[in-house]
């Protein structure tokens, strides 16, 4: 808990852009060594200076205290679309919540977190064909198979601990990576269309296996343009390594190459294909001039107007279940050994109390009962 009101303490005085000075004298001490050792959780801070912070920052004791928040700890990239700062902002501390929860409830379920993070060996000065090569190995040694769209979520989760969740995000949004101390977490809109999920799903991959050599950028522009798009030219480096991972890592070289030519029929082809892939026939296109296995010019004679929806009139498909099976199998846990009421589990995971065992169902697993 000391650690806990420490990093939001922090977290508060920064927000506010307060220096140790101005806080140390919020609370009456005699220089900012006090608020340094507090901050570094090096000294404790006293109940009659908690509720100081409560009364004089005008927080509530749960900003504090309250283990279902990622106050001053969770850091995210955002992939959107000209979503307002206020709304994002909200429904970042919505993700928050529900992370925190899985967070939390999978250490009272005896769920210990993973003690190495793997990474790749790229930075930001790597190019893009070693950033393709990249998302080829990691196609390869994970062993996404002939449709690796199909299979990438559950390696992301299985092999490297990383937390998947498919959510209802607000407009504009279409994915983030967020950070945690001992967690990974990739967010994914289940309301866009399969093959935006899909690239989405890999180009945040990419974020968290670079996290340290290349930090991402709390908000991305997620315009459309697959991995060698001329679109791409507006982004920064490290958003166009990403997309030429990602379409590395849902399109390998091999497996595009059981396809044959490409120069016949282009637009037809490129639709189907993709259909059969789970990707965009744009991002399919500007792969395969990535990879060298179209020429630039014949691909510009496919417009992007050609192969929107692949070449299909719009419908809605089904959607993804919300969140994951390894998400819902710690609710569950949490639920039925009493850790967690049913009524709070809703409210933190922003449902109603109904859909939390038809969740845990739709995954198969058994339906928890409240203690």
């Known amino acids: 808990m000391n650690d806990l009101i420490a990093i939001r303490l922090k977290a508060l005085r920064e927000e506010r852009k307060l220096s140790q000075d101005q806080l140390a004298a919020v609370f009456g001490f ?35 205290t309250d283990p279902f928040m990622l106050v001053g700890e969770g850091q ?11 709304s994002l902002a909200g429904f970042e501390e919505s993700a928050g919540r529900a992370i925190a929860a899985y967070r939390k409830l ?26 393709m090569a ?32 498919m959510v209802d995000a607000i407009k504009g949004i279409s994915g983030a990576a967020c950070r945690v101390r001992d967690l990974d977490v990739v967010l994914i809109n289940r309301n866009e269309v399969v093959g935006r999920r899909n690239f989405d799903l890999a180009h945040e991959l990419f974020h968290i296996l670079t996290w340290e050599a290349m930090p991402p950028a709390h908000i991305e522009d997620a315009s459309d343009g697959g991995a ?31 396809f044959g030519s490409w120069e016949k029929d282009l637009s037809r082809r490129l639709n189907k294909v993709a259909v059969d892939l789970r990707v965009s026939a744009t991002a399919l296109k500007w792969r395969l001039v990535a990879a060298g296995m179209l020429d630039r010019s014949t691909a510009d004679t496919v417009s992007d107007a050609d192969l929107r929806n692949n070449g299909r009139t719009a ?26 009421s049913m009524r709070r589990a809703a409210e933190l995971l922003d ?16 339906a928890p009962d409240e203690l």
């Not at 901050?39 to 005008?58: C, F, H, N, P, Y």
């Not at 995210?76 to 206020?86: E, I, V």
């Open 315 to 340: 419908a809605k498909s089904k959607l993804p279940t919300m969140f994951s099976k390894t998400f819902m199998a710690v609710i569950g846990a949490a639920l039925s050994q009493g850790h967690v």
């Open 30 to 64: 005699k220089d900012r060594q006090t608020v340094s050792a507090i901050e570094t959780g090096e000294r404790r801070i006293s109940a009659d200076e908690l509720l100081t912070a409560v009364q004089k920052l005008g927080k509530p004791l749960e900003y504090f």
């Open 76 to 86: 995210f990239s955002w992939r959107q679309s000209a979503t307002p700062q206020k």
């Open 134 to 165: 990249a998302g080829e190995r990691f196609a390869d040694d994970y062993d996404l198979g002939d449709v690796p769209a199909d299979r990438l979520a559950q390696a992301m989760e299985e092999k490297l601990g990383i937390l998947v969740l």
């Open 228 to 258: 060698g798009s001329r679109r791409t030219g507006k982004k920064s480096r490290v958003e166009q390594l990403a997309d030429n991972f990602a379409g590395a890592v849902l399109m390998p070289r091999k497996v595009l190459e059981r």
């Open 106 to 131: 999978a250490e009272e379920v005896g769920m210990r977190p993973e003690i190495l993070r793997r990474e790749l060996r790229l930075t930001a000065h790597s190019t893009f064909e070693q950033a």
């Open 351 to 366: 449902v109603a109390v109904d859909d939390i065992p038809e969740l845990c169902t739709a995954y198969g697993l058994e």
